[in-house]
């Protein structure tokens, strides 16, 4: 079936670089996606989305880029802290976001000092 | 500030109890949802509701059922708990077609 997926599942930056967390999906009709932030004994934080009329989105240190030609999401974080070590997943929804969403199965993101 | 409450961070059970995950939301949210995570595999939806005493089966349905009486309260039930639902479960909530918010998860251990 279709699915959501992450190329890595562990990335090592040092602390204060640029972290890019890529995404692959699989499935063309999908046209909302988020990414989520979990840190240890959490529950997934929400931290951006974009919808497919966008190719790019910007948060506060946080950007998503889409490209649909490809199917790839990425976040992309600005000067790494301590506080972003967590395990990131995107996800993606059909239906502008009304459907459910399919998860990635996530990439540990480590700082090192 | 969105809360998503589970009752219970831990819990253990016997093969073949009846357990339920409660988990609450005070934001009026129309849909909930009850994801399992397991490593390797990712979050997967087992149930979900877009409204009082609707539900939807998702992926992973097989062992489990849903209620939902109140707008607030969506709760998880394993008929027979086996070993295979050993997992973390964590339920989310949100207004139609918007983030999903997170409670912090119960990890359950059936023995």
């Known amino acids: 079936g279709e699915s959501v997926g992450l190329h890595l599942p562990t990335l090592s930056v040092q602390e204060g670089d640029n972290s890019i967390i890529n995404c692959a999906y699989s499935?063309?009709?999908?046209?909302?996606f988020i990414w989520y932030k979990q840190e240890s004994g959490k529950g997934p934080q929400f931290i951006i989305d974009i919808r497919s009329n966008m190719d790019k989105r910007q948060g506060q240190r946080v950007t998503v880029l889409l490209n649909k030609t490809v199917k790839h999401l990425s976040l992309q974080i600005a000067a790494t802290q301590p506080g972003d070590s967590a395990v990131y997943f995107c996800?993606?929804?059909?239906?502008?976001?009304?459907?459910?969403?399919?998860f990635g199965k996530g990439t540990h993101l480590i700082i090192q000092p | 500030d969105v809360k998503v409450t589970q009752s219970s961070r831990y819990l253990v059970k016997r093969t073949g109890e009846k357990v339920f995950l409660e988990c609450v939301q005070d934001m009026d949210h129309e849909n909930m949802f009850w994801y399992r995570q397991d490593p390797g595999l990712g979050l997967r939806l087992i149930y979900f509701s877009y409204d009082v005493k609707m539900k939807e089966k998702g992926d992973i349905p097989e062992g489990y059922s849903v209620s939902r009486e109140k707008k607030e309260r969506f709760s998880l039930i394993l008929e027979s708990a086996s070993t295979s639902q050993t997992s973390m479960y964590l339920c989310?909530?949100?207004?139609?077609?918007?983030?999903?918010?997170f409670g912090n998860g119960t990890r359950l251990t059936v023995t």
């Open positions: 996800a993606e929804s059909t239906g502008g976001g009304a459907d459910g969403l399919t």
């Open positions: 989310a909530s949100r207004p139609i077609a918007s983030p999903l918010h």
């Open positions: 499935n063309s009709a999908s046209d909302y």
